[in-house]
């Protein structure tokens, strides 16, 4: 048995029989890691509080090696994200993060620039200022962070330089030419790909100065989309398959 210490982030919850909950956290030291959270689920448990999605806690766990799931001993609010689950815009954009980090990342792998990223996805989200950037922003990141970062700087069959039209091919983790790419692929315009470049040599903070147009929006949903279904062979997520909205509130 051993007792682990951490801040952490939650991702999610299901109940689990009359009081208690699974809890999924992606956690500083230990990247994605779930727990039995006993009595939780109690009337005005401080300790349920404390599990509800988005909040960023100080976790304390007990793990027994061979268990697959640790017991969740203590869990303290650090900061509880509470704004975005009040309205459901930001409930919805914040779920898809939180799902898209318990669909890219391993359990029990430390990640720390993942860690990173989702506290601050999570409170850009709750500033407001263009959400949907946020999220595409966050996405864009996530996947380079997990280690699966596309190639765009030629064809990566032919490995010549690319013409005026780009594709975007799964199955080979970037972009093809014209003469390489067969079957249905989506393209990429020169634009989408000047704004992926430009964004990931920024830190995320100024990469929010960028305006992608709703079509850059839209082809980076559909990439993204194909990228993320094919590294873990899983269906589209959800976030991929909306149209992008304008950006609100200001
Ligand atoms: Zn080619």
Redesign the pocket.
């Known amino acids: 048995m051993s007792l682990l210490t951490t801040p952490a982030i939650v991702l999610g919850s299901i109940k689990l029989g009359e009081a208690d909950k699974l809890v999924t956290f992606f956690t500083a030291k230990k990247g994605k890691l779930k727990g039995v959270a006993k009595g939780a689920r109690r009337v005005k448990s401080r300790f349920g509080a404390s599990l509800e999605p988005f909040t960023h806690c100080n976790l304390v766990v007990f793990e027994k090696p061979g268990d697959k799931l640790a017991r969740v001993n203590q869990s303290d609010i650090v900061h509880s994200f509470q704004k975005l689950r009040e309205n459901w815009g930001e409930i919805h954009l914040a779920s898809h993060m939180a799902h898209l980090v318990q669909r890219m990342t391993p359990e029990g792998e430390q990640n720390l620039l993942v860690y990173r990223l989702l506290l601050e996805g999570l409170t850009f989200l709750e500033r407001g200022a263009d959400p949907e950037l946020s999220t595409l922003l966050f996405v864009v990141r996530l996947v380079s962070f997990s280690g699966y970062q596309p190639r765009w700087d030629r064809?990566?069959?032919?490995?010549?330089p690319?013409g005026e039209r780009i594709y975007f091919s799964p199955a080979d983790g970037g972009t093809?030419?014209?003469?390489?790419?067969h079957g249905p692929l989506a393209t990429i315009s020169q634009g989408t790909l000047a704004f992926l470049r430009a964004s990931q040599k920024m830190d995320y903070t100024v990469a929010h100065r960028l305006k992608p147009s709703p079509a850059m929006r839209s082809e980076i949903r559909t990439i993204f989309g194909q990228h993320m279904t094919y590294i873990t062979g899983m269906p589209a997520p959800a976030w991929a398959a909306e149209a992008p909205s304008a950006p609100s509130r200001s």
Do not use: E, G, I, Y
Request: glycine residues 0%.
């Open positions: 064809c990566l069959k032919c490995h010549r690319m093809v030419c014209t003469q390489c790419a």
